[in-house]
């Protein structure tokens, strides 16, 4: 017994390190939001605010400065990155949409699909999965190009080049999700429904709808995720428009303020907030509706691991 | 009318009819029907354009001659792109094994030895990646820069070298691994375990001989998850290592960018793809095999 209890506290120690390791860049950023210039930068610098010192002046900021909470004013007065941020969620609301619509239809259809019809669509979709990035990214590129050069109604590289393009991975990723839930669900209360006499859009309305819904929040907050966190797709198909993943990679190659730390910890900060939130109303309306068994599920798809 | 009256005797025949076959109601097949297009138009459209242009040549700036020319696949086969390729490969391969030393002793802790913070142990994993992938890699630079604590005050400077993105690729990656492989120690029946030891087996000889055999779907899995990406990174060498340590994703980048060399690109990336393919084929394989016979 002692042995067993030595082995389970080597694993519990090695878990803490990795959770170190994983927060420590977190909590550097969060602390150096509130970093102030150097002060030779400082010293230099004529303005009023401190936090208005452009990123080529702005010293090492890699070692502590000091204390300034004028960054967080300052990045959200920032003429590019509040536009960027925008851009970015205009675009993941959009396609966590479609991507969502999409992934439903077809995974209802598929679940129960003779596997021989099913198979090729299925190698389609992880087709889509394991291509790189960087490589569907390109095609993409070139393919809308070519395509406005051909067909006028093609829109120009810009904001739908990015939706249209993000989509493809987003659908294949919700429809795998919802699919894996309805798959894991059974049929048995849709067979209930259809004997007690209700047809398929009231069953499919009021017995599947409700509950594939975990699925499909999870489906569609995962896209929303991918898509306003990606960088590699919309960087070759943007033309002049900026995402924030694209105005946060040039500015960290090309030099950056501490502004960047305070609106990347107010954006942790939000989705944090709201992930409790949500956990909080979600534990709530289970306890009431669904018995015990359902829970654990529920926080698996919460989490995307179905 | 008539109308009127012959629907719900259409509907009820209907139903009768659907439920007689399989008592459950079978969404249409064309539902699949958006989505289908929709890859039709944009990804094997893209595709099928992307072969088009590697085998096309590149004529003045910017103008091009599509026919079969085979050059740009000549031009990858020299040493300098083969080395690349190399570089790439070994990179994610070693970054896919360290993902898995450090990942899955903690898998393992939250599925064997957790119970009531199990969840909560899996979510504060995920939680660091709810912040942008920018912004974390971002965060590992401002950690391992030359001018920062770790490289002045404990003398490691591996900023701009394959470490750093080493270590980037381990740091954002991790998760992905984690997750299917916990997922599958999780379905573990550990009572196994127990009677193996009853048995007399030692306690590691009884990991390698049921633990692993049991959760070797997972583990692949996991692990494909996390190498297949590694290959295509662009971001975390192009950051990390200050373009002293390119992966082939860069390279394509630049062709694009840069080079204004759209057909080798093209090339390029039709290359990257039928390496991976090697790996996702014996996957493939393996998961079948698994089926067959059962694990």
Redesign the interface.
Known sequence: MP?RLK??HG??A??LV??A??????L??VI?AFNRPSPASVAAFHGSNICNIPPVQVG????WNGFTSCWFSAGLHDPTYIPAIITSLQIAAAASIIATA??L??A??????KPR?RAP?DA??Y??L??????????????FV??RNYIHAFPPLGKPTIL??Q??FN?SVA?LIIRARFVGMG?TL??AA??LGS??LA??RQV?LPRLMPAIVAAALLSF?FS??D??QPA?TNGTTNT??IV??SA??FG?TPA?NAL?TI??GA??LA?VVTAVVLRRSRAQVTPGQEK?RG??AA???? | MAVAEKTPAVAADSAARRVGRSFRPRYPAWLTGPLLLYYAIFFLGPMAILVAFSLAVQQGFGSLRYGFNTSQYHQIATSLYITIFERTLVMAGVGTLLTIAVGYPVAYWMARYLTTYKMLALLIIVVPFWTSFLIRTYALKIILDPNGYLAKDLGLNIMYTKYAVGVGLVYNYLPLFILPVFASLERMDWTLIEAATDLGARPFTAFRQITLRLTLPGFVTGALLVFIPMTGEYIIPNILSGGNYEFVGNIIGDQFNQAQNQPFGSALSIALMAALSVFVIVYILFATKEEQFGA
Do not use: H
């Not at chain 1, 390791?21 to 977190?26: A, E, G, K, S, T």
């Open positions: 042995r082995a389970k694993f519990a090695w878990a990795l959770y390791f994983l927060y420590l860049p977190i550097v950023m150096f090492n900021i890699a070692v999409l992934g239809c077809a209802l259809a598929l679940a129960r699909m019809l669509f389609l979709a087709l889509t394991v291509v790189p990035e960087i490589v569907i990214a390109v095609a993409s590129l070139i393919f070519q395509a249209l393009g989509v493809v659908a429809m049929d849709e067979e259809y004997d047809g398929p069953t499919f599947t995720t306003f966190d960088y590699v070759f924030w993943p946060l990679y960290v190659r950056l960047v990347a954006m942790l989705t944090v992930v654990a926080l698996d989490l995307g691991l179905r």
